[in-house]
């Protein structure tokens, strides 16, 4: 069965750091592209970042870039999202989520909250 | 890629057909000639569920009753009889062009 678990999140202040991790099993992690997506009420679903399955390769959404940084630790099938200067409208639930390899992503963690203010 | 869901709200009755549109900004066809379209369903207090991919490819243990279609820009997702576990909110997404980007949701209630 696939799993993903998130934890790290919390209440942090503006300017302040966070890293969030997401726990696998269940599957062959080192063979999949995997993904930090976030909700909010407001803005609804947003793909935060994406990391090849070797770690040879990310992307970022706009709102993030330059702030966050995905990384991945595959002999621990682990994955990692630091994210630094956090701003208040980066209050969210945080997902892990998978990438199948062909269809695009498909399995998502419980999310973790993540909360930004003074 | 902006994607528009619509409508935002739908009540239905249930053993009713329910259809959401989702409309993007761009074609959605990538380079190796796929569709990387998505149907998710997020169930209140739960992640979201994949349902559907590649337009029309429905996940495994998904109810035969949700079907997708479409092509271009223009797409649907059709539950052909609502039943009371089908009420959450659905989102559209495309994963052809970064940064994959989602629907505003489309809300199924049961009238």
């Known amino acids: 069965e696939v799993q993903l678990v998130e934890s790290g999140g919390g209440l942090v202040q503006p300017g302040g750091s966070l890293r969030l991790s997401c726990q696998t099993s269940?599957?062959?992690?080192?063979?999949?592209?995997m993904h930090w997506v976030r909700q909010t009420p407001g803005k609804g679903l947003e793909c935060v970042a994406r990391?090849?399955?070797?770690?040879?390769?990310?992307d970022y959404g706009d709102s993030v870039e330059g702030r966050f940084t995905i990384s991945r630790e595959n002999a621990k099938n682990t994955l990692y999202l630091q994210m630094i200067s956090l701003k208040v409208e980066d209050t969210a639930v945080y997902y892990c989520?998978?990438?199948?390899?062909?269809?695009?992503?498909?399995?998502w963690g419980q999310g973790i909250p993540v909360t930004v203010s003074s | 890629v902006v994607m528009t869901q619509s409508p935002l709200s739908l009540p239905v009755n249930l053993g009713q057909p329910a259809s959401i549109s989702c409309r993007s900004s761009?074609?959605?066809?990538?380079?190796?000639?796929?569709?990387?379209l998505i149907w998710f369903q997020q169930r209140p207090g739960q992640s979201p569920r994949r349902l559907i991919s590649?337009?029309?490819n429905r996940d495994s243990g998904v109810p035969d009753r949700f079907s997708g279609s479409g092509s271009g820009t223009d797409f649907t997702l059709k539950i052909s009889r609502v039943e009371a576990e089908d009420v959450g909110v659905y989102y559209c997404?495309?994963?052809?062009?970064?940064?994959?980007?989602f629907g505003q949701g489309t809300k199924v209630e049961i009238k």
């Open positions: 989520v998978r990438d199948d390899l062909s269809y695009g992503i498909d399995y």
């Open positions: 761009q074609s959605l066809v990538y380079s190796d000639g796929n569709t990387y």
């Open positions: 990391i090849k399955n070797d770690g040879s390769y990310s």
């Open positions: 997404m495309q994963g052809t062009h970064w940064p994959w980007t």
């Open positions: 590649k337009i029309s």
């Open positions: 269940g599957f062959t992690f080192s063979s999949h592209w």
